[in-house]
């Protein structure tokens, strides 16, 4: 386990695909963290577009310039993966009372499993309230634009993803 440091968060999901809400997150995030992890959960019960490689390289790239934002991906618990990583808290976004629920259960789960570990709560920034991954993809699936919902690596993969799957049909 690496040395425990109460200014590293992890900011764990799916990231299928990030989004501006994601990032608004993680830049607020360092406004109280010294650096933040995006951390690209390979295991999830949410069918995924994208790889877990396809993920991490557009995540990469959409931080590329962020030397405090590192993003890796991982396998397993992410308690687990929190105290390898010697992480102090765990930072996650709240959209709507509807997301609290799940993640108050989430959270006190881990902080059974790990009393170092906090879990750190934002709430998103008002204009990204209604974003979601799931949003995003169903708006490009029917040829809609998301331009400015995502960074521009993201646009151009999603783009490529959905003109290639325009011309299978």
Known sequence: MAEFNPRLAIY????DPLTRGHMSLI??????????VLAIAQSTPKKT???????????????????????ESFDGLLIDYV????????LRGLRAVSDFEYEFQMALMNRRLSRQ????????????????STIVKE?????????????????????????ALQAER
């Open 117 to 132: 570990v906090q879990t750190v709560f934002l709430m998103t920034d008002y204009k990204w309230m209604y974003l979601s």
């Open 49 to 71: 577009c994208f790889t877990l490689e396809e993920r991490t390289a557009m995540a990469r790239e959409s931080f590329a310039d962020e030397p405090n934002i590192l993003v």
């Open 83 to 90: 105290e390898r990583r010697g992480a102090g808290s765990i």
């Open 27 to 36: 830049f607020r995030g360092l406004k109280v963290f010294e650096t933040v």
């Open 139 to 163: 708006v490009a699936l029917h040829g809609g634009s998301v331009k400015g919902l995502v960074s521009d690596p993201v646009l151009t993969k999603l783009n490529e993803k959905y003109e």
């Open 12 to 15: 764990p999901g799916t990231f």
